[in-house]
């Protein structure tokens, strides 16, 4: 009598979004794990989330800090999928009872990029004329650019980035900031007319880095995802979503970081604005790179003394009014 071996490789089942720019990176992330364990089958499931579906409503009215995970993680509390990829700075800093970060991986350049309509080719940021219209739909954007340019004219921009684009190539905005990383990712770099300085604005908690969620009981699964994980990448990106938390903003709230590690120093930068641009406060404090959490909330709490609470008190109070 002849044994029967099954063959059928162990299937891994991975959560995206549908948009261009979700799956270029959870196809990427796929690729690395497929690498690193090629004994498991890697499979991707894809899912419409709330961010995706509204699209006529800037980010900041809808309120919802899990705009673009939701979905995903009630997929993954239900075991339709095992874990999903998502852009870090879409991921709330606080994760619904039951799911873990599970990794964090290298961040592709997280700076703000301006984009200029083509009559603009021979302009940087500081030197666009009075009213040139500019695109964002980024609230931390919004309030820097405002405190350093108030004589340009903002706009919402909403819509996936070839959306944004042709808008922009259309004329119906004079320039846009965006993601670096996104642009490069999609492999839209040429389009970056000017890689905005830090000085100008700060990024988003996360930009550049991809953050992968799974259960919170899943070891097994936790150990294999750490197979891609970027340590450096990770204790930055821990300080910044420490630092987010501790000011208990979201989307709708305009902060903005830079870290650096040196050798085993970590630095982070913090910024909070008033929507308007009129009110900031910033600051920058170091401390052991192990230590990143505990200097995210030492920021937060520097920057609080130093004025921050009564920007955050008066955004609360104006989403409150529902406006």
């Not at 979700?22 to 890697?42: G, K």
């Not at 340019?149 to 070839?162: E, S, W, Y």
């Not at 300080?239 to 709230?253: H, N, P, Y």
């Not at 930068?269 to 909330?297: C, F, P, R, W, Y």
């Amino acid at each position: 009598m002849t044994s029967v071996v099954s063959s059928a490789k162990r299937t891994i089942r991975i959560g995206s979004r549908k948009s261009q720019l979700a799956l270029v990176q959870t196809y990427w992330v796929r690729e690395q794990l497929q690498n690193s364990f090629p004994d498991i089958n890697f499979e991707v499931h894809t899912m419409s989330t709330q961010g995706d579906k509204i699209l006529d409503v800037a980010l900041a009215k809808i309120g919802d800090k899990g705009l673009f995970t939701k979905e995903l993680e009630v997929g993954m509390l239900n075991e339709e999928i095992d874990f999903a990829v998502h852009s870090l700075k879409d991921l709330p800093t606080n994760l619904p009872e039951g799911l873990a970060l599970a990794a964090i991986t290298e961040r592709e350049n997280p700076a703000d990029a301006l984009v200029v309509h083509e009559k603009f080719q021979d302009k940087q940021i500081d030197t666009l004329p009075e009213g040139a219209v500019v695109g964002t739909s980024s609230l931390r954007r919004l309030a820097q650019l405002r405190h350093k340019f108030p004589h340009l004219t903002f706009k919402d921009v909403r819509g996936n980035l070839n959306t944004r684009l042709a808008k922009l190539d259309a004329g119906e905005y004079d320039a846009l900031i965006l993601a670096a990383a996104g642009l490069q990712r999609l492999g839209m770099g040429d389009r970056i007319h000017q890689v905005l300085p830090k000085e100008v604005s700060l990024h988003a908690v996360g930009q550049g880095a991809l953050g992968i969620e799974c259960r919170a009981n899943d070891t097994e699964l936790i150990s294999l995802l750490k197979a891609i994980e970027h340590p450096e990448t990770r204790d930055r990106c821990l300080a910044e979503r420490s630092f987010l938390r501790s000011l208990e903003g979201g989307c709708q709230v305009p902060i903005g970081v830079d870290t650096e590690i040196n050798g085993e120093e970590l630095i982070l930068t913090g910024v909070v604005a008033s929507v308007d641009g009129q009110n900031l406060v910033k600051d920058t404090i170091s401390g052991a790179a192990s230590d990143a959490e505990a200097i995210g909330k030492q920021l937060a709490e520097r920057l609080r003394e130093q004025g921050a609470q009564a920007i955050l008190e008066a955004i609360f109070a104006e989403i409150q009014r529902g406006s």
